[in-house]
């Protein structure tokens, strides 16, 4: 499916607008492109398959891949996981919001949902995420900006040139963006399992988590 054109919104210049384009977006099922605290991401509804299947359609990336969430606070995540140990919500609640991404176990009912067992999330480090996510109170999508086996765009311009018109919203800012992906741990055993290394180190995650467990 190609657009006419993208709606593109500068969030620093227009934030009010930004978040409440993007929040419609999100409900009538469409795709944006959006800036995180990490790089800039494809957003969209994780329960609305055809939002899922466009975005692994436009990245050209196999279904099976999977796409890190991010959500605005602990409530809404609790709503879809489920904890053995409650001191793992003390930790969590201690290394967010930061771009760490956490692979956690899903309840029988969100994993009905989405068809998977597991999977990341993170509260994210970002003003604007944080007031989108705010809105919405659901989870969001964030999975990078790049076609299959590319590398990821982390210059709006870059973004606008590949992919306006093949999304329904372009956010953009003129800050600075990281240009590493978050730091992402896995949960599922209870334990920190280092996945891959972003700009957040492993050790200090692990010293977090034994102070609170």
């Known amino acids: 499916m190609t657009l006419n054109k993208s709606k593109i919104v500068n969030i620093d210049e227009h934030p009010k607008e930004a978040v409440t384009a993007a929040q419609k977006i999100f409900y009538e ?3 944006f492109i959006y800036p995180t605290d990490t790089i800039y991401g494809f957003g969209a509804n994780p329960f609305n398959q055809d939002a899922v299947d466009r975005i692994f359609e ?4 196999p279904a099976e891949k999977s796409m890190i969430m991010l959500v605005g606070s602990i409530d809404v995540l609790l709503k879809m996981v489920e904890f053995k140990n409650e001191s793992l919500i003390d930790f969590l609640l201690s290394i967010w919001p930061n771009p760490v991404s956490v692979v956690l176990r899903l309840n029988r009912v969100t994993a009905e949902q989405l068809n998977m067992d597991t999977a990341a999330f993170r509260i ?16 969001l999508i964030s999975t990078s900006v790049n076609r299959h086996g590319q590398e990821p765009l982390n210059d709006y311009t870059q973004i606008k040139m590949e992919f306006n018109g093949e999304v329904n919203g372009i956010f953009h800012t003129k800050r600075a963006t990281l240009n590493t992906g978050s730091t992402i741990i896995s949960l599922t055993s209870g334990k920190p399992e280092l996945i891959r290394e972003g700009k957040i180190q492993f050790s200090e995650i692990m010293q977090k988590f034994e102070l609170r467990t």
């Open 124 to 139: 994210p480090h970002h003003s604007f995420c944080q007031k989108l996510l705010n809105e919405i109170k659901m989870p």
């Open 58 to 61: 436009i990245k050209k990336r």
């Open 29 to 31: 099922g469409g795709v």
